[in-house]
Every structure is written in C-alpha cells, then in structure tokens.
C-alpha cells in the first residue's frame, strides 16, 4: 500500500529544491512565451500575460528554431525511425527485414494518426525543450479509442527525478480539476467532504496529482500492479486521499532536457544563454519607442501665461500662438534622440538571439538555392554535425523511451504481425536506428565519396574495363540505399540476387548453344553431301 502522506512530502521537497529554475523559467516565459508564464505565479484565465514583452524576435527565433529541429530530427513527412537487431545474420534475412519494416510501417500509421494527436503535442514539447531547456510528453494508451495518445506536459505542473544511471525514472504532476471532472475520472472515489461539495459546487478546483516512479517490489510473474515495473499513483494532496492505485508496463513518458549541469536534473535552452541579452533587447526597444514617440508627436513648449488655450486636433485653429512678428509662441520640443544608434543596438542584440536559435545554421541554403545537390550535401553534413549533439539526446532520452512504450502499447493490443521464427529464436531482441534527414545528413559524405570514386573511375574504366574489378559493385549499392534510408522490401537478397545471377548463367549458355547450332546443321550437311558424292568413306 502506498503511503500518501511520505509521497506528498516528497512532492514538496522536489518542489523547493526546483525554486531557482522556476524563477528564471518564469523570467523567460514572460518576454519569450507568456502562455506559459505561471512557474511561480498565478493567473486567472483571460489575463493580459505580454507586460514585458516589448518585442516578439526571441519568441519568432524559438519556434522557427523548433520548426527546424524538428524537420531535421522527427519530420512528419517521412520515416526517421526504422527497426533493426543487434545481430549482423538476423539483418540479412530478408524475411526478418521484412517484418521489422512492417512494424515500423505500423508504428507511424499508430503514431500519425489523427486520434493520437501526436504533431500537435510534439510540437509544444520541443518549444517548451528549446525554450526552457526540458519538455515532457505523457504517452497513454487509449483503450475505448484503441488508439496511442499523447499529451505535452506544463513544465510549471511536473517535477523529476533522476536514477542511479542519471536516466528520469520518476515523475510528478499536479494540475487543477473540478469536482466534477474528478467524479467523471474516478467515479465515487471522492472523499465524503468533497462528495458534500460536488452537489452543491460541481466546477469548484481541487489539485490533483499523479505519481509513477520504480516500483521496488517489482515480480513479473505476479497478476496486477505488483507485476508492473511501474507505480502510478493518483491522490488529493490537500486531503491525503488516495484515487487510483496502477502500474505500467513500460515508462509512459518522454523527456527532452537540452544540457543538464553537473548535479542538476533539468536541462537548460539556448534561451537561457541569451536571457540577458534578450532582456536588454525588451528595454531598447521600450526606450527607442519612447524617443521614437517624442519624435513623431513631440511636448510642446509654450510660454506660461496661463490663458492660451491650446487644439492640438488636425484643422484647428488656435488664436494667439503667433506674435505681432508671427513669431510661434508655441514650439516643439527637440530633444536630439538619435533613434538610429536605437535601432543598430537592437539590431546586434537580435544577431546574437539568432545565433542561438541556430538560424545562422539554415539561412546559407536559404541564401544560395543555386548550389548543387552535391554541394548541399556537404553543406547539410556540416550543419549535421552542429545539430549532432542536440539530437542525439532528443532520440536517446526522448524518442528512444518513447519508441519502447509504442512498441509495448501495439504489441499487448495485438497489433503487431506474427514474429518470423528467426527473430523468435532471439527472444525478439531489437535496436533503433535512425534515419533521420540529420542522420542521413552526417552520412552523406559516405554516399558522396562513392559517388565520386565512381565518376572519377569511369574515365579509366574506358580504357581498362577490368580496373571496376577493384569495386564490389552490389555492395556499394546497397551502402548506398542503406544511407539514403531505402525500404528493405524493394531490395533484393542475397539469395535472391544469387538466383537471378544463375538464371543469367543459364540463359546465356542457351544462347550459345542456339548459336552454335546453324554451325552445327551446316556441318552435318555438308559431311552428309560428301559421303553421298563418295568423297569420305564412313568408318576412315
């Protein structure tokens, strides 16, 4: 039986140990993405949440840069995962190749469909990831949809801890829900006084949270919860009421930290690198519009006297402002603000929040649409290799973990094809590899180094056919289709091209064969001409 009471304290230790992140979360959710701006303050619904943010540059660099990452790293539009084993054997049978293409084949249908919501909700976990340094997303399973669904996680309402291994093995949530939401979630499982209160004040708020962490008297061969890895708790913390006691099979989150510092558990963004300079670009630009007002709709000077009215109205007439020598007794006031050093201030700041939003990164093939598919590889390698360490943590602690619960989810659903006995054999040991456009990106000088060799081997081939004897063509072509991410069902095996190769040897020898024989007819012919003329005698 879990103890609410210890697990409630735990909350709360994680809860001020984290203090210092939600201070600065806050500070940059405030001029960069103020929908997300209660870390450590709360909002009523409706409320005006932009009161510092004086210029939108940092805000727009962030969601291009996610738009990027996430075109390079998990594009909608095309498999960046495939499945594939430890075991080199089990790779080159076809059939094994075969059904792991077809599982991924279903992973993606699962993953993209529309009841899963998977786009929508990756999109918001990778701006909080870049943003703030750490995004999470809950995957659950759907059973009355039958369906994988996703949901992107309030970092403000989440807190983590860290493993042995420095993996996150725990997770909480906390959140607001009505009576009545709760009623509807965990029916008759309110507690007596909230029971009074849900007849009465059905929409009045109650703080719900959630809690899966190791469960430490894990036995899989036990029925129920006590034979999942995983507790899930949900309980009233205000009333220390327990709602829901469950497991999982797998570990149903996924978690995005950009660079985690020694001893901390969250990660920090490229945000938070530019923070200072993003709060110098927010009071430029209140100051340069302040002078630029001045400029445009300036104080005016006027000779105290007390009695002259003044209509500042387009078309008005105002007596008494000129002297007897037409002199205005009313003048603007020159302050002498030079709004253009303003503006190259500004300019310089916005530089430095691009740089860190890595648009410098895409803008040279925006620049250059004329290069040449082999210069844009190159260049895409060398981008590849800046966006490397990035997305290598994307896949290891948020796509990898996320892959598993898919896999496990679709496989107790039964929708996973019957294993080959080979795979079988291996206890249906897998690994994931990526084919992302960055991966591909990082490999494509492999691609462009055969492709070369082989342009600059032709010339010679002409003069010495047997110099292609050097390559092994077929493997080549493979290394090839293997970089550019080629579906194993629309390659050949080796057995197959064995076939085909033998078939080509017979094929060939017939057609000698077929050759020969208007050789071999004439002959006979003409020794049948000769004996019947006496010319050869039969036995000599």
């Not at 708020?205 to 036990?222: K, L, S």
């Not at 660079?259 to 945000?271: C, D, K, L």
């Not at 206890?427 to 994931?432: A, F, H, K, L």
Request: aromatic share 8%.
């Amino acid at each position: 039986m879990i103890d609410i009471e210890q697990l409630g304290k735990r909350l709360e230790r994680e809860k001020g140990k984290r203090s210092n992140f939600d201070t600065v979360w806050q500070e940059i959710a405030e001029r960069v993405w103020p929908a997300m701006a209660d870390f450590n303050t709360t909002r009523t619904p409706g409320a005006k949440r932009t009161e510092k943010m004086y210029d939108g540059t940092a805000a727009l660099a962030a969601q291009k840069a996610v738009a990027a990452i996430s075109a390079f790293v998990w594009p909608s539009n095309q498999r960046y995962q495939r499945l594939t084993t430890n075991d080199k054997a089990l790779n080159k049978i076809n059939r094994v190749k075969v059904y792991l293409d077809d599982v991924t084949d279903i992973l993606f249908r699962a993953r993209y469909s529309p009841r899963a919501s998977f786009e929508a909700q990756m999109g918001e976990v990778g701006l909080q990831h870049f943003v703030f340094g750490t995004g999470l997303m809950f995957i659950g399973d759907d059973v009355k949809r039958q369906a994988i669904s996703y949901k992107s996680l309030h970092l403000g309402q989440t807190y983590i801890c860290e493993g042995a291994e420095g993996r996150v093995d725990t997770d909480y949530r906390c959140w607001p829900w009505t009576l009545r939401q709760v009623e509807q979630k965990w029916p008759g499982k309110l507690p007596d006084k909230l029971r009074e209160r849900l007849s009465t004040n059905p929409d009045d708020e109650i703080e719900i949270c959630h809690a899966v962490f190791p469960r430490t008297d894990y036995d899989p061969g036990r029925i129920g919860a006590p034979g999942m890895p995983w507790v899930s708790v949900y309980w009233i913390p205000r009333e220390k009421h327990l709602l829901e006691e469950s497991g999982f099979h797998t570990w149903p989150f996924s978690v995005l930290r950009y660079a985690t510092s020694p001893g901390e558990v969250y990660g920090r963004g490229p945000v938070w690198m530019v923070l200072s300079n993003i709060k110098v670009l927010m009071a430029q630009k209140r100051d340069v519009l302040k002078a630029a007002q001045k400029v445009i709709d300036p104080p005016l000077l006027a000779y105290d006297d007390g009695s002259m009215p003044f209509n500042q109205v387009p078309g008005a007439m105002n007596y008494g402002t000129l002297d007897a020598q037409g002199n205005q007794l009313v003048k603007p006031l020159i302050t002498g603000a030079k709004i253009d050093i303003g503006l190259e201030m500004m300019d310089k700041e916005r530089e430095i929040i691009a740089s860190a939003s890595m648009m410098d990164v895409f803008r040279v093939l925006a620049e250059n649409p004329q290069m040449t598919a082999t210069q844009t590889l190159e260049l895409m390698n060398e981008r590849a290799i800046h966006m490397a360490p990035v997305a290598g943590r994307i896949e290891s602690e948020g796509l990898g973990p996320q892959t598993e619960r898919e896999l496990d989810i679709l496989m107790r659903a039964g929708q996973l094809p019957e294993m080959p006995p080979e795979l079988l054999e291996a206890q249906g040991e897998y690994q994931i590899e990526y084919t992302s456009p960055m991966r591909k990106a990082m490999r494509a000088s492999e691609a462009i180094a055969i492709a070369r060799t082989m342009e600059q081997v032709a010339p010679m081939a002409q003069m010495d056919p047997t110099v292609l004897d050097v390559f092994d063509v077929h493997a080549a072509a493979r290394e090839i289709a293997e970089i550019q991410g080629v579906p194993a069902k629309i390659l050949r095996d080796e057995e197959q091209l064995k076939a085909m190769k033998e078939d080509r040897a017979t094929q060939a020898q017939a057609a000698q064969m077929l050759e020969a024989a208007p050789v071999v007819s004439d002959t006979a012919a003409n020794l049948a001409k000769l004996q019947a003329s006496g010319g050869l005698v039969p036995g000599l």
